[in-house]
């Protein structure tokens, strides 16, 4: 059996490409870079050169033909924009070769985070009180009286979030996220402007049969890059009741098809849960999940190729999970270096590091201190 992994430049590449490798499926990884990460593990058994998936149609024809020259029996996208754009091209993929994917009108829902916002409102669950300016201009008449701190988020787009703390700096703020992000101004989807709320972050992970789950995992956030933040650079695998129904709940009403994470935050000031956003694909902390049980890439290979799954597969509660490169960025940032270190010396904190496929981590660090990246 063979799958092609895109994105192989991505952290969280590793995960699946070392899950199926184990597993006896050959890996064959896909990046625009020509030293991506995911190319250097031992799992790795064939690499594919593309052009960068922004470039919009040469990327899916560079795909579709090396599915056509060789027998590929699953297609596993990892980034966001791969999986949004190869999930509206479904029909051009399933003439060579089996994916999951959802409803094209799910993942129009799913990866705009202001369709995101309604979506939930319309299910009854909470979400931070949400504005949705029309104009820059109605952004700058009413910035008085929004309450601060403020959090602006591009519609579209991990890592398009941006704080505001006062009137002055929402306006300029709000007027740099419209200049980062002008495909998306030109359709219509401005930036939104949330509350700030101050809570820890929980995700909800679920691979998804068109509606059903087929398996589900929780976490909690411990650490995030940048500190302010961004994508986990530690965490801890939880059981969550409430977490769990309201994650399901949204997928459910998805039809979706495939793997996504349903991020919340828990509000310390009311203790509610509250939706902040859609991740429509694999997940950073994809790692944490498969070392406390629960194997999405090779769950999701088995479900595509029609392998019997015969329950949701149990995880074990209060696995910790540290990214090394990431997380010393964090501990730097946040000035708690010691912290690292003494997590370093906790063998019961499970890290990326992998004695078995090692060349990833050597290369991470090496591109850390100032080594060469990854080409174009």
Known sequence: MRALVT??????????????????????????????LGFYSRYC???????????????????????????????????????????????????????????????????????????????????????????????????????????????KGRGSVRYASSATELVETYRELCRGNQGQISNGFLPQVQEYVPGGIRGYFALMNRGETVASF??????????????STMAMSIHDLELRELGSKVLSELGWHGVAMVEFKRDSRDGQLKLLEINPKFWGSLDLAVAAGVDFPYLLFRMCTGDEIPSAPSYRDGVVFKWLVPDLLHSV???????????????????????????PSLIQLYRMFGGWKPSG
């Open 333 to 359: 940032q946040s000035g708690c270096l010691s912290g690292y270190l003494s997590d370093l010396l906790n063998r019961s904190i499970q890290t990326d590091l992998r004695t078995d496929d090692l060349r």
């Open 45 to 155: 058994r064939d690499h594919l050169i593309t052009p960068r998936a922004r470039e919009g149609e040469s990327y899916i024809r560079c795909l579709l033909r090396e599915l056509e020259d060789r027998e590929i029996d699953v297609l596993i996208p990892v980034g966001g924009e791969v999986t949004e754009s190869i999930c509206y091209r479904k029909s051009r993929f399933t003439k060579y070769t089996r994916l999951a994917l959802p409803p094209d009108e799910s993942m129009a829902i799913a990866s705009n985070k202001n369709r995101t916002i309604e979506l939930a409102s319309n299910l009854g669950i909470s979400t931070p009180a949400t504005y949705f300016p029309r104009s820059i201009e109605e952004v700058e008449k009413n910035a008085v009286g929004f309450r601060y701190p403020a959090v602006l988020k591009a519609a």
């Open 218 to 231: 929780q976490h909690q956030r411990i650490h995030q890059l940048p500190p302010s933040g961004g994508p």
């Open 7 to 36: 994105n192989a430049e991505a952290k969280h590449s590793l995960p699946v490409i070392r899950s199926l490798g184990e597993k006896g499926v050959e890996v064959v990884a896909a990046s625009h870079h020509r030293r991506a």
